[in-house]
Every structure is written in structure tokens, then in C-alpha cells.
């Protein structure tokens, strides 16, 4: 797959920083067309750079996914630009901070469930038709670990929406098939990103890497590996599914 996805075009949400950005440097490394997508026009800037200088080609995309319009305008400007959109990654989302279930604001809620699920219902509805006309396609969206296992301790909006992104994913998978678009999943455990880094205690770092089978973190690039497997070619009868990549954390 080193070249494998030369001539082809790819969105990636969320690629200002972390997996986001793993996965679009990966992309771009082997070939395809990478819009850049963010809200953070300066994350955005510096990714879109970053893979130019290192002989890749990407464009930026600065929109806010909670906008259907701005979402729309965003795949359908990408698609006009490079005349096909093969492949949309849906990587932003995440959650500001911990907050259990009776503290839970609720408009804390509705911004968690919001970034994550409805969004990814946006990026869908955006882009199934232009991949319809197409007849080919790869979604791929981050879900996480927390929507796989109750036993790590999880705000519940996002539990609940990474959860809803499952479901949503099999039935885009379901009425999507037919038209040679897959729709997949990919559900990290804890993964060395800045965010990660910055939310967790290093007690609860050591208490992650002793009861992780491989014994430590992921890094982003190993999580995007697995995401640019499913975007490619080679992944035409994998739909529907749930990737989980997580060191083992939780075995289903
Ligand atoms: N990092 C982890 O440990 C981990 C574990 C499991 C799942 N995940 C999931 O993987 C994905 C990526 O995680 P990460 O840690 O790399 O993310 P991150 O929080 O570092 O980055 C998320 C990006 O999404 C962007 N974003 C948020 N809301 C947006 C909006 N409305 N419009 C446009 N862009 C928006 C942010 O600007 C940011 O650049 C997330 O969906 C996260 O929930 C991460």
C-alpha cells in the first residue's frame, strides 16, 4: 500500500492534532489528496503545511461540523476541487473533561453528543450521495473504547455518543453497501495524544499501562494505521464493523 491511494481524495475531521492528524499525514504519505478539516484554523495551517514539506499534497478545510451547511459546503467544495471524494475520516470530537453521570450539565450533553454523533450524521448525508454517483467509498469514524466496555470510567455523553456512532455506522454500512461505500468503525483505548496527556493523572497513566496486555499507550500513528487500512482499496468486504485497537484493554 505504499502509493495505494494515488489519485484519490480524502477529508479527515479533526486533523488539526492527534489521531486526526496521524491518520491525514498517513494518507497523504501514500498518495491521496487530503483535505485538512478542523475548526482550528491554525492546527489546520500547520498539518496542511507540514505535509506539502514532506512531498504530499492536502488542502485546508476550516469549518465547524456542528453547522450542517459549513459541513456541507466543506465536502461538496473538496469533491468540486478534485473532481471525486473517495474517503472521509471522522476523527473530531472527544470530550472537554471528566464529569460523571449526576453532575453531567446539560448542556455539557448536548455539546458531546453534538461534536461527536451528530456530526458524523452531517459528514454522511453530505457525502453518501457524491460517493453514490461515484460508486465507491470508505467512511471511517473514531469511536472509542468507552462505547465497547463499562468498566473504565467514562463521562456519559460520551459514552453515549460514541455508542450512537456504532449504531450509525452499521446502518450507514446497511444502506450504503449496495453502492460500494463501506462505513466502519475504529474504537481506541487511551491513545498518547496531547488531549490524552493533559486529562489523565500519571496515576492513572501507570494504572492504564498495568492493566493494558501490551503494557502501554498507543500511539497515534497505530491507531491511524488501522483507519488507512479500512479507507483502502484492499478493505472492499470489511463493513459494518468495529476495529478494536486498543492493546488488548478490552477483548470482545
Ligand atoms: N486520544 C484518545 O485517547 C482517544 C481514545 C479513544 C477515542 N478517541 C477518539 O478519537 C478521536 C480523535 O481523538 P484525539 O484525541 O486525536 O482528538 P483531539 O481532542 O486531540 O482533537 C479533536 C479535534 O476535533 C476538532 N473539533 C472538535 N469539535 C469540532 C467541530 N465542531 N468542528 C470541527 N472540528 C472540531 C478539534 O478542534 C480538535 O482538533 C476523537 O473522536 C476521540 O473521541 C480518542
Known sequence: MADGFKGQCAVVTGAATGIGEATARELARRGAMVGVMDINADGVARVTDAIRKDGGNAFTCVADLLSWDSTNKVISDAHRSNGRLDIVVHSAGGFPKYVNLIDCPIDAWDGVIDSNLRSMFYLLKAAAPLMIAAKYGRFVALSSMAARSGVNPNPPHYTAAKGGMLALTRQAALDLGKHGITVNAVAPANVL???????????????????????????????????????????????GVTMDVNGGATMI
Not at 495524544?193 to 499501562?209: D, K
Not at 496486555?213 to 497505530?222: A, Q
Not at 488501522?226 to 472492499?236: G, I, K, M, T
Open 193 to 239: 495524544t496531547p488531549r490524552t496527556l493533559g486529562m489523565r493523572s500519571p496515576e492513572r497513566i501507570a494504572h492504564i499501562e498495568k492493566t493494558t496486555p501490551v503494557g502501554r499507550l498507543s500511539t497515534p500513528d497505530e491507531i491511524a494505521a488501522a483507519v488507512v487500512f479500512l479507507c483502502s482499496p484492499e478493505a472492499s468486504y470489511v463493513t
